[in-house]
C-alpha cells in the first residue's frame, strides 16, 4: 500500500467510534477560492494526526462537539442585539467545527446540518438591532459557510443565502468605509470614525466580517466587494496601532483573545488576495503579542483581568489557533511547547453540550487549522519578569514557570479613558500557594444606566467595579483617579534574585499630593513587596 494509500485509509479513534477518513471533497461555489481551509491543508491536518498525539486528541475533542451541535435547536430569529449576538457565536461554532470535520471525515451529516443552518440564518430579517457587532460574526460564519458547504445548496438556497449577505452586511460597505463617515449615515459601525469602535475589537470583528462577505461576494457585487478591499486594511490599522509597541491590548485579556482571533482571520483572509495582508502582520508589536499573551496569566492559570473582562483561563483563551498562527508566522517555535500545554489542558475538560460550551469553544476547530507542532530545538528558558509598553502598561514578576505555587505579581499603568477601561492605574493581582489573593472584580452589567458614559464625571465612574474604589490601587481621601489620567512604569529591573516596578501616578490624583509612587518588588523570588509613596498630600 503506498503512502498516500495510508494516509486516505488511516484508520483513527475520534468520538469513541472508528472512523475512515475519506476524501472529503472540497469544492467552493462558483469557482471561488478556498476560504481558510483547501485541499492541501486537510491533507496535512490528516498526516500530522497520524504521527502527533496531539493533533489526534484535538480531532476527538472537535468530533465529540460536532456530533453534540448537531443536537443543538434550530437557530431562531428575536429582535434583541443580545439574543442576536448567541445565535451568531452558535453559528461561527458550528460552521468551523462542522466544516473541518466534514472535510475530515466525509460524513455528510455535518454538511446537511451546516446548510440548514445557513438556511435559518438567512432568513432572519436582519442579523442585528442596533450594535453590527453580532452581526460581523454572524457574516463571517454565514460566508465562510456558503464557502464551504455551498456547493450541496440548491439555487434557490444560494440565493437566499446571497441575498443575506448582502442584505446585513455588503450593501452597508458604502457607508461602513465612508471617509469621513456621512453624518446622514445611520449605520452602527463607521470604519474612520471617532467612536470607541472604529479602534477596538468591534474594528477587528467587523472588517473579518466584511472581508469574509466580499470574498464570497465578489463575483455578485464587485463594487461593494472592492470597497471593502480598498478600506479593510487602512480600517484594521486603527485598532492594530494599540499593539504597539509591545504588544500589550488596553481593553484587558479577554477582548485581547475576542479582538485577536478576528484580526488573524482577517488577516488571512486578506491572503486570499494580492494583498496578502503582511503589511498588517508587520505592524509593531504585533508579533510581540505571543510574548503578552504568556506573561498575562499567572501560575494558576487565571488572567490579570484588568478592564472590562473577567478572569479567564490560560488554556480557554492562551492556546488558540490564532496563537499558534503568530508563532508560525513571526518564526516563534519557542511558543509551541507553551500553546501545546494549553491547547491538552484544554482537551482535559470535561465538554458538557450545550450553548454556553459551544459559544465557549467556538473557535476550537481553528487549532486544527493553524496547529501548534513540536518545537525544534528546545526553546530558550523565558525570562520570569516583563515589562510591556503600550496605552496600557503592565508589568508582570514571578518566582518561576510551571510552578501552580509560584509567586506572581502583576501590574497596570497606563492611561485611563481607553476602551472598556476601569480607573485602575496601579491596580494589581497577586498569587501564591495556588491562590489569588489579590483580585480583579472584572466588569459590571453592560446593561446599567449609562455604563459606557466614561468622561470625567460620568455615570461609569459611579459603579463600584468601574472606579478605583473597586480595583487594587491607592486612595487618596476618597476620590475617584481622573477619568483620562496618566500613569506610567518609571523604573524596571529583573535580577535573579529581585526584581521590581515603579510607577508614577500623580497624574491620576491631580491635585491630591505632589507626588504618588507605586512600587512592587519580588524580593528572593520568595515575598512580594507592595510600597506607596505619598508626597506633599492635600487632604
Known sequence: MTLAQILR???????GCLVAFGEGGFAPPLGQPDLLLNATRVAEIRQTAMTDPLMMRLLRGLRLRAD???????LRYEANDLHLMTQARLMVAQTLTWGVMQRLTGDERYAAAARAAL???????????KDYLRAGEMSFAVALGYNWFGDGMTGEQKRLVRAALVRNTLIHATDAYAQPPGAESKFPWRAFGDQDTAFNNHSQICNAGFLATALVMQDAE???AQTVFSNAPTSLRRPMAWFAPDGVWPEGPTYWRYGLVYNVLAIALLGQMPDSGDELAAMPGFGRTLDYGRHIFGPTGMSFNYSDGGPARDHAIGAGGELAWLAHRFGREDMLPLLRDRLANHLNQTFTPGETSAINDRFLALSALWFPGHATPPPPAEPLDAHFKGAAEVVSLRSAWGDAQALWIAMKTGRNGLPHSNLDLGGFVFESSGVRWGIELGSDNYALPKYWQDEEGGTRWTYFRCNNHGQNTPEIDGTLQAARGEAAIVAFASRPDRAFAVADLTNAYPGRAARVLRGVAM???RRVLIQDEIHGGHP
Not at 9 to 15: I, R, S
Not at 68 to 73: I, R, S
Not at 119 to 129: C, E, G, I, N, T
Open 9 to 15: 485509509y488511516a484508520v483513527c479513534f475520534l468520538g
Open 68 to 74: 453534540a451541535y448537531l443536537t443543538n435547536a434550530p
Open 119 to 129: 438556511l435559518q440564518a438567512a432568513v432572519f430579517p436582519r442579523w442585528f438591532v
Open 222 to 224: 464587485p463594487a461593494l
Open 523 to 525: 524580593i528572593d523570588r
